[in-house]
């Protein structure tokens, strides 16, 4: 099945410790993307990658880090979180000539306190 | 930078409604795209549109790509308990390296 998926998909964690939030897809897609989601806010882009070692900054990047090693990962790295991203993360992938279709992940709510 | 503003911003409605929901933005859009997100899920594209004026439909679903170029318009006819969730609209970045999202459009239906 053509999926994305994404762990953990519920994690609560305290300021400061690190943590990693790990998405993979199975449709051999060149384009991820990590999204996070804030009520009133809609989704807004934290970074994207259009191939393997491409990566790119969206509208949201402070505080967060990307790596795209392989094609079909694209972890998503808070090395010191802070309550401000206590969030919803959504993970995508599309093919490059088609990031209008994108694909989602399940989504990780994540709580920092 | 390019963004986009969706009204209203939810909508409580009976079963059997027809509902109608629009986006629009200060700059112009070559594509039209929305999403629809169910309850716990991640988004999934509905509906896309490419040409100024351009009707679409997809079942029960309807969107429109006004011919400004700075609006979309969604329409769901006959509300069922299925269509609850979050509708967003978007569109592709300039320089087609991303996708923008709206706000979104909250969507209750009361059976």
């Known amino acids: 099945e053509a999926q994305v998926t994404q762990n953990p998909r519920y994690l609560i964690t305290v300021t400061g410790k690190k943590l990693t939030v790990t998405c993979s897809q199975n449709?051999?897609?060149?384009?991820m993307s990590w999204y996070r989601q804030d009520p009133g806010l809609g989704l807004r882009q934290i970074y994207y990658?259009?191939?393997?070692?491409?990566?790119d900054k969206g509208d949201v990047p402070e505080g967060y880090k990307v790596s795209r090693k392989e094609k079909r990962n694209f972890p998503l790295i808070l090395e010191s979180p802070s309550p401000n991203q206590t969030s919803l993360y959504f993970c995508?992938?599309?093919?490059?000539?088609?990031?209008?279709?994108?694909?989602f992940g399940p989504g990780t709510r994540l709580t920092v306190t | 930078g390019q963004q986009l503003n969706q009204s209203p911003q939810s909508m409580f409605i009976q079963e059997g409604e027809d509902v109608s929901m629009n986006c629009t933005s200060s700059?112009?859009?070559?594509?039209w795209l929305w999403y629809k997100q169910d309850p716990g899920e991640g988004p999934v594209l509905l509906i896309a549109l490419y040409k100024a004026g351009e009707l679409t439909s997809n079942g029960r679903l309807t969107a429109q790509f006004g011919i400004t170029r700075k609006d979309s318009f969604l329409n769901i006819s006959a509300s069922i308990p299925s269509d609850v969730g979050i509708y967003f609209c978007?569109?592709?970045?300039?320089?087609?390296?991303?996708?923008?999202f709206g706000p979104g459009t909250s969507l209750s239906v009361i059976p």
């Open positions: 990658s259009m191939n393997v070692e491409v990566t």
């Open positions: 978007a569109g592709p970045s300039q320089l087609y390296d991303k996708v923008i």
């Open positions: 700059s112009i859009f070559n594509t």
């Open positions: 449709m051999n897609h060149e384009y």
């Open positions: 995508a992938s599309s093919p490059n000539d088609s990031v209008n279709e994108q694909y």
